[in-house]
C-alpha cells in the first residue's frame, strides 16, 4: 500500500500529517482558515524560525499573516486550487515553502504548508499534495467536530463563539438558551499556553489549579492540545470586574505553582466586553499577548500579559519586520554602540535607563548604581555624540522602541553589533 492510499484510510489527522512529511521528506504544518496550529510533523528541529513560532504560540505569527496578505498570498489560496510556492522572508526566518488550502464541501477549511528550504518539490510532489487535500480539509473539519462533541453542547458554542465571527447576539443567546447555557453579560478572555510543545503535561497541572478556582467564581474553563482557555465572567454593573477577577486568578496560579513552573507559561488576557460578538476579540487580544511573548527572547518579567497594556510591545514585530527588510538603523544608537565598544562606556544602556525612567534623573541614577554625576557626565556625552533632543517627545518614543527590540530580540542586536563593526550602517 502505498503512502497516499494510507492517507485515504488514515483518520488521524497527526498520523496524516506525519505520512505527507515522511513521502516529502520536508517538514510539515497544518493550519485551521484562522492560521492556527491544527497538526505539525514530528522533528521541531527542522523547523524554521516562523514554524517554530507557529508551533510554540499555536498560531502563524500576525506580521507573517499580514505579509502574505499584502503580498495577495492569502487571496490567491482562496481561488487557487494548485500548490502555491512562497517565497523567503530572509529576515523573518521565513523559508521558501509551498502552501495549498485545505478544502472541504468547496470551503477552505485549513492549509498545508511545506517547508521546501532549497531542495524544490518535483510536479509528481505537487500533484500529490493536490490530490490529498481534500481529505486534509474533511480531517480539518473532523478534528474541530470531534472536539465538540466530546466537549458537549455548551463547551462547542463556547469554542464557536472563540473562533468564528457571528452576526447577531440574538442568534447566540437562543443557541445558549437551547444548549442550557448562562451566557456571560460581562466578561473577559485569559489563556494559558505552553512554551514548550514537550511540556504539555503542564497544562494538566494547571486544570487542577483552575479547578480549585473556577469552582469559587463564575469562569467557563476550554482546553485544547495547546492551551487553556478561561472566560472570566465579571458583574455586569461593574466595570473591569472580569478583568480584575482574571488578575487574581493569575496571581493563585503564581502563587501555587512557584515562579519556576509559572513564568514557563505564556500568559495573556483580552479587555473586558459585554457583547457576546466580541468575545472573539478579546480571545484573539490575548493570543496577540502570547504571541508578542513569544516574539521577545526572552521574555522579560516585566512585559505586559494584558492586551490593554503591551503599550509598543505591540509593534515590535512590525518594526522588527520593517527595519530589517530595509537594513535600517538609528545613526544615534548606532554612534553610542560604536562608542561602547571602543571605550568601554555604558552609554547605550545609560540612555535605556534613561528613558525608561522619563528623564527623572535620580531614579535613574539610582537604578544605574551611579552618582548623580557620573549620569549628568553620560548623559552629556550621548548629547555630544547624538542628535538626540530630550525635549523631542516623538524622538525619545522612537528611540525607546529601538531599544527595546535590542535588548529583547538577540537577532536585531546582532544586526547593530555587526553594523557599528563596520563602522555604520
Known sequence: ??????????????????????????????????????????????????????????????????????????????????????????????????????????????????????????????????EINAHLGKLVYDTYAKVNAKEGRREELLWNLLQHEYGSE?????????????????????????????????????????????????????????????????????EFSSRNLAREFIHEVRDIAGSKVFYRFLIGLGKEYTSLIQMRKSFLEALEVIETANFITPRPETMPREFSKLGVYRYLAALYEKNSSEDYFSEDLLRLMKKDRESQTDLLKTLEVYLANNGKGKQTANDL?????????????????????????????????ELLLLNNVPAYYQRYKEAAERGGS
Not at 523573518?92 to 477549511?109: D, E, N, S
Not at 552618582?371 to 525619545?396: G, S
Open 1 to 130: 500500500m502505498d503512502i497516499t492510499d494510507m492517507i485515504y484510510r488514515t483518520d488521524d489527522i497527526h498520523r496524516v500529517t506525519e505520512l505527507i512529511s515522511s513521502k516529502l521528506n520536508k517538514p510539515v504544518i497544518v493550519e485551521n482558515k484562522n492560521f492556527e496550529l491544527v497538526s505539525y510533523s514530528a522533528s521541531m528541529d527542522e523547523f524554521d524560525q516562523t514554524q517554530q513560532k507557529t508551533i510554540l504560540s499555536k498560531k502563524c505569527p500576525i506580521f507573517i499573516i499580514d505579509r502574505l496578505k499584502k503580498e495577495g498570498i492569502v487571496q490567491r489560496l482562496e481561488k487557487q486550487p494548485t500548490p502555491i510556492r512562497v517565497q523567503p522572508i530572509e529576515e523573518l526566518g521565513f523559508y521558501q515553502r509551498i502552501v495549498i488550502a485545505a478544502k472541504h464541501l468547496g470551503q477552505t477549511m485549513g492549509y498545508i504548508w511545506v517547508q521546501e528550504s532549497e531542495t524544490l518539490l518535483k510536479d509528481e510532489e505537487l500533484d500529490f499534495l493536490q
Open 170 to 238: 440574538n442568534q447566540l443567546r437562543n443557541e445558549a438558551t437551547l444548549a442550557k447555557l448562562q451566557l456571560p453579560e460581562c466578561f473577559s478572555v485569559l489563556v494559558f499556553a505552553i512554551s514548550d510543545p514537550g511540556e504539555n503535561y503542564r497544562l494538566d497541572y494547571l486544570e487542577k489549579v483552575v479547578e480549585s478556582f473556577y469552582l469559587r467564581r463564575k469562569i467557563y474553563l476550554l482546553k485544547s492540545d495547546y492551551q487553556i482557555v478561561l472566560i472570566v465572567q465579571g458583574e455586569a454593573n461593574k
Open 369 to 401: 548604581y551611579i552618582h548623580p554625576n557620573t549620569l549628568n557626565y553620560r548623559i552629556k556625552q550621548i548629547l555630544e555624540l547624538t542628535n538626540i533632543d530630550f525635549n523631542d517627545f516623538n524622538m525619545k518614543s522612537y528611540l525607546y522602541t
